[in-house]
C-alpha cells in the first residue's frame, strides 16, 4: 500500500519550486535507488528498467527546473550503473538456447512432412524456462496436431494446457505439449482470424482438449469445427457475447 | 427379461457428495448409467476477466478462492509465474517458508478429501477425525497469516510474513503426531472389507486414457505413470529433499485411495527435512522492484497441487496487469474423464468414482 502511495506522490515533488533542496535530496537518493535497481537487474538477469525508463523520462519534461539536479544525479548514478550493462551484456554470447536443437528437430519434421510453409515463426521463449514454442499456421494446424502427436520421433502424446488469448490483432490458441518419457516441451501457437475464428479441433487428437476448447469457445468465441459437442461451459447457454474478449463490455460495469 | 425404461436423473447442483455446486445429468437404464452429462458454471467467478485490471499482488487472493482447499500452492503458483518471468531471486527463508506452507497444505488437502471421500461412501467418522487433525493445519495457518482458508500469504519475491515465535516448533510436534494418526487411519479404515468392496476395480482406466485426457496427480499416478512435478520438473527447493512418488499400478478408486494416504507420509518426510535445513532466519522478501511489472512476453508456469498440475499462463504486455492471465486448473482437466468412466455403472457407484477424481468446484469454475 505505501509503496503505491510513494509512487503517487513522486510526479508532485518537482513541481514544487521552493523545495529546491529537498528535491535534491530526494534525486539523490532517487538516484542511489536508481543504482541499486541496475545492480539488483545485473544480478537478476532480467531488465524491469525498460518499465521504468519511459516514466522517468516522462517526468523529466514535466519538471524543467529538476532537470538539472536530474541530469546531475544521473550522472552520478552512471558510473555505478554503467558497469550494470556492461556486465549485463556478456550473457548473450551463450545466446543459443538449450532448448534450440530440439525445437529445430521439430521444425525440420513438421517443415518436410506437413508443409513446407506450415510454421509461421519457431523461437525458443526464454522467459517461459526455455520453453520451444512454434506458430502454426490456421489451415495446417490439424495436420501439425496429428504428426505431433504420432510420429515416433515427437510423440507429443500429453496435452497439459490449451489457452485462449485476445491480442485485438487475432486471436490465439495456445497448446502446451509434453512428452512424458523425455520432458520434453512444446508450446503451439495457432492464430486465427477476429472477425470469424475458427480453428480446427485438437480433441480428435488429445482428449484433453475438449473442455478447453469449449471454454476457450465459450469465453473468446473461437469456433473449432471437427469438436464432438461444441457448447458453452463455464456462462449459461443463453449468454451473449464472450466475457474474456478485450472489447467485451459487459451489462452491468459494476459487477 | 424386465422391462425397464430410460430415466432421466439430475443429479446436484445442490448435491452433498458434489462438493460444491455441480450438477451431473445421468440417463438410466434401471440402476444402470447409458450416459452422462456434467453441467458446470455454477461457481464461475470471472477470475481470469477480473485479473486482467488487476496489478498481480492484488490477483493473489482471487486464487486463494480456485481451490480454497489448498489455497497456499495456488498462491504459489502465480507469484512464482511472475518471479520467472522477471527472473526474481528469493530469499532462502522465504522459499523454506512457502515450501513448508505447501506441503502442510498438501497434507490438509488430502485429510479432506480422505474425510469427505469416506462420508461419500456412507462412513461418518473418518471425517471427524480427518477434521480433527487438519484443524491443527489450519490453526497453525491462521497463526502465520491470519486466516483459515484464504491465506493471501505469499508474495512476488517472498512471503508477506515470517513464522511467528515457536510456529516452527509447533509445525515440528505436528509429524510424529500426524505419523501416529496416519497408522490409526490405516487400521480404523483402509483394510475394511465393506469398503475395500465398495471402491476395488472401481472407475478403472489404463495409463494410455489417462495420458490421453491429460489427468494429473494420483489420477495420473495410479495408472503407474511416475509423473510427480516436484521431481520430473523439479521448482522451489524440492530437488534437495528425500520422498518417494507413491504409484499405482491398477488405475482403480483403490489405487488412488493409497496414493493420496502415502502422499501425506511423504509430505511429512519433506516437512522434517526442510525444518532440519532451513536457515535460521533471514530476508523474507527478495529485491523487487516497487510496481511488479513483467517484461512484455508470456510464460507457462506449473507446479503438483494436492490435485495434480496447476499451472499459470501469463501473458504479459509490460505492464502492472496481466494482458491475460490463464489457470491450467487439475480439478477441471481431471473431470474430463468422468463421462467415459460412468458409463455401465451403476448410480452408487457414480458417488465413488467422482470422489475418487478429487474435484474442487471453486477450480473446476474458477
Known sequence: MSEEKDEGQKPEAPADPEREAKLKAAAEARAARAAAKEAANAAGGAAPEAAADPEREAKLKAAAEARAARAAAKEAANPAGGAAPEAAEPPPPPEPSP??????????????????????????????????????????????????????ELHFTYLRNVSGVDYETHLEAVYHLVHLESRRELAVKVKADRSDPVIASATPVWATANWNEREIYDLLGVTFPGHPDLRRIMMSDDWVGHPLRKDYEPLDSEV | MIRTEELLLNVGPQHPSTHGVFRIVVKLDGEVITEATPVMGYLHRGTEKLAEQLNYTQIIPYTDRMDYVSAMTNNYVLVHAVETMMGLEIPERAEFMRLIVMELQRVASHLVWWGTYLLDIGAMSPFLYAFRDREIIINLFNELCGARLTYNYMRVGGVKWDAPPGWLDKVREFIPYMYGKLREY????????????????????????????????????????DWDLRKTEPYSLYNRFEFDVPLGRNGDCYDRYVIRLEEIKQSLRILEQALEQMPAGGETMGKVPRVIRPPAGEAYVRIESPRGEIGCHIVSKGKAEPYRLKFRRPSFVNLQILPKLLVGETMTNLITILGGVDIVVGEVDC
Open chain 2, 186 to 225: 490405516d487400521k480404523l479404515v483402509s483394510g475394511n472389507e465393506i469398503f475395500l468392496a465398495r471402491i476395488k476395480g472401481i472407475g478403472r482406466y489404463d495409463a494410455a486414457t489417462a495420458i490421453d485426457y491429460g489427468l494429473s496427480g494420483a489420477n495420473l499416478r495410479c495408472t503407474g505413470i
Open chain 1, 99 to 152: 532448448k534450440q536443437p530440439e525445437l529445430d528437430a521439430v521444425a525440420l519434421l513438421i517443415r518436410s512432412l506437413v508443409h513446407v510453409e506450415a510454421l509461421e515463426d519457431a523461437y525458443v521463449n526464454e522467459m517461459s524456462q526455455h520453453m520451444p514454442t512454434i506458430i502454426v499456421k490456421n489451415e495446417h494446424w490439424l495436420r501439425t496436431a496429428e504428426l505431433l502427436k504420432q510420429h515416433e
